[in-house]
């Protein structure tokens, strides 16, 4: 098992940037794709980015295409979300999310395919 931890999260102006962190226990990290979701008031959970479990592959939300570089490092059982060019629209909790795959090269995207959740970070966009 992984327990996610989200930080990093806080207000920030449009246009601005922000850094995720998501930190894990466990000793088999490795062996688990990660992603990050969000969540808006009133809204349903919604993909952000994931990466596979080696990070060779990433996928990303094209609402967020360009703006996001996801990372891991395996040696520190952490993964990243790096936003630029954040709009009001990107305000939402932040939630990291680990599911176990093995070596599989697979990329996950969707909220069932996850079966650890962080709490979340709030991430606010605003002047």
């Known amino acids: 098992q992984v327990h996610p931890v989200e930080s990093g999260g806080g207000l920030v102006q449009p246009g601005g940037s922000l850094r995720l962190s998501c930190a894990t226990s466990?000793?088999?990290?490795?062996?688990?794709?990660m992603g990050w979701f969000r969540q808006a008031p009133g809204k349903e959970r919604e993909f952000v980015a994931a990466i596979s479990w080696s990070g060779a592959n990433t996928a990303y939300a094209d609402s967020m295409k360009g703006r996001l570089t996801i990372s891991r490092d395996n040696t520190r059982n952490m993964v990243s979300l790096q936003m630029a060019s954040l709009k009001p629209e990107d305000t939402a909790v932040y939630y990291c999310?680990?599911?176990?795959?093995?070596?599989?090269?697979?990329?996950?995207?969707?909220?069932?395919?996850?079966?650890?959740w962080g709490q979340g970070t709030q991430v606010t966009v605003s002047s």
């Open positions: 466990g000793r088999t990290f490795s062996g688990y794709s």
């Open positions: 999310a680990a599911v176990s795959t093995g070596q599989s090269a697979t990329v996950y995207i969707h909220v069932n395919d996850y079966v650890y």
